[in-house]
């Protein structure tokens, strides 16, 4: 490490990030924190509490992301923001989202401590539902702040017991109209996120820091399957209708689409199975599968999407089920700023840290915030790659030396 005033303490910050992770509603080490549960709020007073203690000013939005300011010495002139969530889908670790608000959160204290007086105001962001786990959106607060949602199609959101995001958001405090949630477009001079990789390629190759140059285009299709159940003995197979059969075909056929581009970089995942009735001796009837499909560019997403869709009609013609297919989202790709990419790189040759330039292949919030702000991120190693598994893993001093380059990339955009 290179001479620097800004003194970065991993220790506090992974005592934070372990205390953080006790509230949960898994075993531990698994963690679990779906929006709005008693989880969630808890991670969210947590927070709160650590952000006052820093001297930070703290504000909540109608859908409960959380905004920490440090101002400014010019108050008036757009911030600078960093941050991340803290909801975790369930069985995940500890690390995913966590390391960009208390690091962020790290970043603001190890700034102030230095003496450091920033010109603009320096804020960290927590957003609200970054995971899609309850309402089958991501980035649920991001695209509302950036306007890519709009407070309606939000408010009638359901979650799988048919409860409105607008009631759950209520009963979990937060009153506030929604259409007052998006950001005016200069409310940011640049947005700044520190993440986990989610891949292998800092490891692999011994590289503490990962620069994003873009973050690859993410979609969602919801699909219903109908067909007719009835008693396992009872009815012979030429009769039968059954669901999970058309099920399995789509699922292999969400595999083959993206293996089909020949592209590294199209994915695509089908994460959840649903079938009803669920009983040992009964022919599903009915089976609802959400399908992930991915890619950094948007042709091969598109093309992979479309494959996805055609398998399915094909599937439920050929069974003589009924298929509905629901498109949760289908968003563009994000390219990073090169302002924030170079404040990052230059933050790194300050610190005489080796970074690496890539694309993000994961979504996040800055997604969404790129859409109205310039907007980079920085990623740290993992071990293995692994995340969304509660054996996801980050040392504190890969921790470290990301909060490190995130408080010196904000300085550097703060007075600059
Ligand atoms: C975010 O968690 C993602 O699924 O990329
Ligand atoms: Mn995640
Ligand atoms: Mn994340």
Redesign the pocket.
Known sequence: MKDSAIQVDGARLANELEELAAISDAEPPAVTRVLYTDADLRARAFLKKRCAAAGLAVREDALGNLFARWMGSTPQAPAIGTGS?TDA?PHSGRY??TVGVLGGLEALRALRASGFQPRRSLELLMFTS???TRFGL??VGSRALSGATDAKSLAELRDPEGQRLDDVRKAAGFGGDLAQVRLAPDYYAAFVELHIE?GPLLERESVPIGVVTAI?A?AALRVELEGAGGHAGGVLMPDRKDALCAAAEVVLAVEAAARATHGPDTVATTGVCKVHPGAINSIPNKVVLEI?I?DVALAPRDIALKAVKEAVAAVAAKRGIQARVTELNADPPATMAPAVVSAALKACKKRGYEARQMP?????DSLYMARLFPTGMIFIPCRGGV??RPDEFSSTDAIRMGVEVLAETLAELANT
Not at 360 to 364: D, E, G, M, N, V
């Open positions: 969530h889908i995913d989202g970054e995971e899609p991501g980035c989610q690859a993410p992930d991915r993000s292949r994961a979504y996040h995340s969304h």
